[in-house]
C-alpha cells in the first residue's frame, strides 16, 4: 500500500488510505511538534503536526510490525502515530500489539468482529 504523505494533505487523508487496505486497523496521529499524548482528530493538515517537511511516499507492506510502520514513519516524514484494532468503533491499543504484523493485527479484528457477530445472534437467538 502507498501512502502520499505532504504538508497539504489531513490527518484523515491519511487515516483513510490507511484504513481502506486495513479495514480493522486505525492509524492514530499524535503531534510531532506539541508532543502531545492524545490523538489528534481528522482536520488538522500533517503540516502542523510533523517535524520534516518533505513529501514522499511510504510503502506499506502487511507484513510489516506496528512497531516498524511507527518508526519508518517517524524517521522519514517526522509523524508520530500508532496502529490499533478497531474493536466495534472503539480503538483498542495494547503494548503486545507492537511486534504483530499489520496483516495478523488486521485478521485479529476479523476473528473479533466474527466473534461479536456470533454472540449477537446467540442473544437474539435466546429470545
Wanted: aromatic fraction near 10%.
Amino acid at each position: 500500500m502507498l501512502l502520499e504523505i505532504d504538508d497539504w494533505r489531513s490527518v484523515s487523508d491519511l487515516q483513510y488510505r490507511f484504513n481502506k487496505c486495513f479495514p480493522n486497523l486505525h492509524l492514530q496521529v499524535f503531534d510531532a511538534v506539541k508532543k502531545e499524548e492524545l490523538p489528534l482528530s481528522g482536520e488538522y493538515h500533517l503540516e502542523q503536526v510533523r517535524r520534516k517537511h518533505e513529501p514522499g511516499v511510504f510503502n506499506i507492506k502487511s507484513w510489516f510490525t506496528a512497531s516498524e510502520v511507527a518508526h519508518q514513519l517517524k524517521q522519514e516524514f517526522g509523524l508520530n502515530v500508532r496502529v490499533v484494532l478497531l474493536d466495534s468503533q472503539t480503538e483498542v491499543w495494547r503494548p503486545s500489539f507492537n511486534s504483530m504484523t499489520l496483516l495478523a493485527l488486521n485478521n485479529l479484528g476479523v476473528n473479533r468482529h466474527a466473534q461479536l457477530k456470533k454472540e449477537e445472534q446467540e442473544e437474539l437467538g435466546g429470545w
